[in-house]
């Protein structure tokens, strides 16, 4: 069975503070693909982050970086000396299989992030 | 503006009463998906078309639902009957989809939320 789990529900900073966003996946697939997607007030989901699940590398671009760990299934989000802007839901997702599958994508329940002035 | 565009924005009708919502596509994208999203969850995927086939449905897609790609380019959602348990954003996405072992993302409009009274 395909799972996303955000145990997160609500996560609140003092903006400059560092925030990680969690996020553990379930899947039987030996190729996937994990995404990470901002909803921002206005509710359009816009697009982060794709890692592919043979490539462990962790990434930063900018304020942001994201862990993947193959061995606890999870790939966490962390924003640095966070901004009001950063004020959003955030969504994991998770897709199963390649290319020339559906690529539907499995999303977690999300987690709203209000980073304070 | 080359995105993802959907029409309406928001719609609020009767219980019972049929709704047709519109899906434009980037447009060399040839893969759409539809999602809905309920409050404080994540999109949840209700349909997939490669082209003008529509090649999966969600188990959430009752017997009410229908959705077409006629030509390829753009789609509709329609729900007959609505009833309150139908509103909801609904989502829609468009990818590229190649063979073999690529990937590419999906793009999401900024959605429709219907309201059923």
């Known amino acids: 069975a395909q799972k996303v789990t955000q145990a997160q529900t609500e996560i609140s900073v003092v903006e400059k503070e560092d925030v990680t966003l969690d996020c553990v996946y379930e899947t039987r697939d030996t190729t996937y693909y994990l995404f990470w997607y901002k909803q921002p007030p206005s509710g359009e989901l816009v697009f982060l982050i794709r890692r592919n699940s043979f490539d462990e590398q962790n990434e930063i671009s900018g304020r942001y970086s994201w862990n993947f760990q193959k061995s606890t299934s999870s790939f966490n989000f962390t924003i640095t000396a966070s901004q009001v802007v950063d004020s959003a839901v955030y969504f994991c997702?998770?897709?199963?299989?390649?290319?020339?599958?559906?690529?539907?994508?499995?999303f977690g329940t999300g987690t709203l992030l209000a980073v304070q002035p | 503006d080359t995105g993802v565009s959907q029409d309406p924005r928001h719609k609020i009708t009767k219980r019972g009463q049929n709704v047709t919502f519109r899906c434009d596509p980037i447009s060399e994208h040839n893969r759409l998906y539809w999602y809905r999203q309920t409050l404080g969850q994540g999109p949840e995927f209700l349909t997939y078309?490669?082209?003008?086939?529509?090649?999966?449905k969600s188990r959430l897609l009752s017997d009410r639902f229908s959705a077409e790609r006629p030509k390829g380019s753009f789609s509709t959602l329609e729900i007959q009957r609505t009833e309150q348990g139908d509103s909801a954003m609904y989502l829609c996405?468009?990818?590229?989809?190649?063979?073999?072992?690529?990937?590419?993302?999906?793009?999401f409009g900024p959605g429709t939320r219907l309201t059923v009274l």
């Open positions: 997702a998770l897709s199963e299989g390649l290319g020339g599958a559906t690529n539907k994508l499995i």
């Open positions: 078309f490669q082209n003008e086939a529509q090649l999966e």
């Open positions: 996405a468009s990818s590229l989809g190649l063979a073999g072992n690529s990937y590419n993302e999906q793009f």
